[in-house]
């Protein structure tokens, strides 16, 4: 953590301004400089988080943050004294979401005469900034996700003032290195290690550059001790997080440049039995030194998600994705050809700025050729601030995004129950996650291409490695036969006995 010290000087600063704008007194001026790291106590914080897995990653180095300064975290609103939403602008549904829960939180301050503080994070609060005060009202703090180092500091401050506090500071340094994140909402056996931050790509239809700042790799040495800790607290999977995993690069003191690829590498050596994915990775920085740890190392999970946003080359060029149709299909067919029976899956945007009818097929086809095992599908939401706000014309008719949607998520279920029935009669290596969301005599667990299947628990439990046969599945899940458990280093040696045909 930061040291107290600086924090203060940092809070001298904040006072002095603050001592122009409202006239506090003394007492108050005291506490806020000297006060916030002794005086929260017993103070209990709920934090609800929305949007994506750095999300999720960021709500830990809050919860995190906040612990060390004396706050307890809990999982019940009703005891919370502050609730914080750590926000996702990346559609206006995933605001309105949040604005609607931002309206019921207000009569729950109301019905505790004010007591409860409330405060924004993330995304939205970076989008927004001052504007929610004015237009909500009801926030107490305001923090953009370069700032959650001083967030008690602004807890404080509002607490002391009954003013709001913000800082919605980007930063070109932080990636929050030296913390580990608190990993409360955690199944004990995967988790989410941050790699870096931001993103430089400016894709003309997304808010994400506006509100996370530019791109900034994390330091290897802490990812890799972060790895090592989860291994030695019993993890078996790590998901490597960033909004542009794959162009991850760290040049050590020494002038050692550490590529993507390279990082995977280490990463999985930290432990044989660790599983290691990545989200989510763009297709211009899928390069083959990365196909080739994925074919290399057993423990590099053999999937990827490569989005690819839209099938039709000027729609493309018009998101500033930087590669044709045909440059993306090239690049999984060499995933496949170096990764035999590599698993895909994707992102899509139906009826972005100017997308004809021929367009849309386009992606049907696509999707058609690749065949991917998951996608996530998106109605365009045109995002201020961005590109496509500012130069194209959102023209698609509502109707129309709608049914192209349709029609995509129409195909992607029939690839996905494709897929799965493929799978029947097959063997897996899953590792269990937990029970099963209908049952606790059923386990849950995920095999190496990420695909979920159920099996009866028998006497396995989470965390283990299990070899299950695949005897049914729907279009979501695979249903399945447990054989025996397994390490992932034996599942390697046999899966390979298995799937190399002998020469004959
Ligand atoms: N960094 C990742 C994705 C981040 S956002 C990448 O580049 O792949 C997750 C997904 O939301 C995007 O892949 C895109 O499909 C979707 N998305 C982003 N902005 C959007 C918008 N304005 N309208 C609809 N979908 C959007
Ligand atoms: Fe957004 Fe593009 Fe960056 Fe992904 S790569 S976060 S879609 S700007
Ligand atoms: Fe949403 Fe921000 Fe993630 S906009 S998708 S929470 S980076």
Known sequence: MEPIEDLDVLAEDEVRQRQADKDLDEDQ?????????????????????????????????????????????TRDQEDADVVLLNTCAIRENAERKIRTRLGM???????????????????????????????????????GPDAYRDLPRLLYEADATGQAAVNVELSKQETYED??????????????????????????????????????????????????????????????LGQNVNSYHYTDEDGTSVSFAELVDRVSRVS????????????????????????????????????????????????????????????????????????????????????TEEQHQDTLSLMEQVRYDHAYMFKYSERPQTYAARKYEDDVPEDVKQRRLEEIIERQNQHAKESNEEEIGRVHT???EGPSKKSDEQLFGRTDTNKGVVFDREDYEKGDYVKVRIEDCTSSTLLGTAIEKTTLAEAARTDSITTEPAVA
Not at 124 to 141: G, I, N, P, T
């Open 29 to 73: 001026l005291d506490q806020i400089k000297h006060g916030y790291d002794e005086a929260t106590g017993d103070k209990q914080v709920y934090i609800e988080t929305y949007g994506c897995q750095m999300n999720v990653n960021d709500s830990g180095i809050v919860a995190s943050v906040l612990e060390e300064s004396g706050y307890g975290l």
């Open 105 to 143: 939180l207000r009569s729950e301050k109301e019905k505790r005469d004010g007591e409860l503080m409330l405060g924004v994070l993330g995304c939205m609060a970076e989008r927004l900034r001052e504007k929610l005060l004015e237009q909500e009202d009801l926030v107490d703090v305001v923090v």
């Open 179 to 240: 913390i580990q994140p608190v990993r409360y909402d955690s199944n004990g056996v995967s988790a989410y290690v941050s790699i870096m931050r931001g993103c430089d790509n400016m894709c003309t239809f997304c808010v994400v550059p506006f509100t996370r700042g530019r791109e900034e790799s994390r330091p290897v040495t802490t990812i890799l001790s972060e790895v090592a800790q989860l291994a030695e607290e019993g993890y078996k999977e790590v998901t490597l």
């Open 272 to 355: 044989p039995e660790m599983r290691v994915r990545y989200s989510t990775s763009h297709p211009k920085d899928c390069t083959d030194d990365l196909l080739k740890v994925h074919r290399d190392r057993p423990n590099v999970c053999n999937y990827i998600h490569l989005p690819v946003q839209h099938g039709n080359t000027e729609v493309l060029d018009r998101m500033r994705r930087t590669y044709t149709r045909e440059e993306y299909l090239a690049l999984t067919e060499r995933a496949k050809e170096l990764c035999p029976g590599v698993s895909l899956s994707t992102d899509l945007i139906a009826g972005f700025c100017g997308e």
């Open 430 to 432: 899953v590792l269990v």
